[in-house]
């Protein structure tokens, strides 16, 4: 079993920057895939970004690429998300998941671990 334990939310105004962090514990980070998904009030969870085990590889939705950075530190069971540039319309709780297969890392159904997500309150 894998808890993942989200922090670094909060409220910040247009254009600014943010740094989530996902702490992991119970299982071998470091054969984890991992991703962020967010969820807006109303609306569906999407991806956000993922990574995979190695760090190697990285992906992301249209709607962030250029102005957000996964990354992961296998050495301290730690993923990030640095988030620059911020939009109003990111505002949402955002999660973090894990998973040790994966064939599309955009895809919901593919992760079995998720954290209890933490809240991005974007002001304009």
């Known amino acids: 079993q894998v808890q993942l334990v989200e922090s670094g939310g909060g409220l910040v105004q247009a254009g600014g920057s943010l740094r989530l962090s996902c702490a992991a514990s119970?299982?071998?980070?470091?054969?984890?895939?991992m991703g962020w998904f967010r969820q807006a009030p109303g609306k569906e969870r999407e991806f956000v970004a993922a990574?995979?085990?190695?760090?190697?590889?990285?992906y992301y939705a249209d709607s962030v690429k250029g102005r957000f950075t996964i990354s992961r530190d296998n050495a301290e069971n730690t993923l990030y998300l640095r988030m620059d540039s911020l939009k109003p319309e990111d505002t949402a709780v955002y999660y973090c998941a894990g998973t040790t297969d994966s064939r599309d890392f955009s895809q919901l159904a593919e992760y079995s671990y998720w954290g209890q997500g933490t809240q991005v309150t974007v002001s304009s």
């Open positions: 119970g299982h071998s980070f470091s054969v984890l895939d």
């Open positions: 990574i995979n085990w190695g760090g190697v590889r990285t």
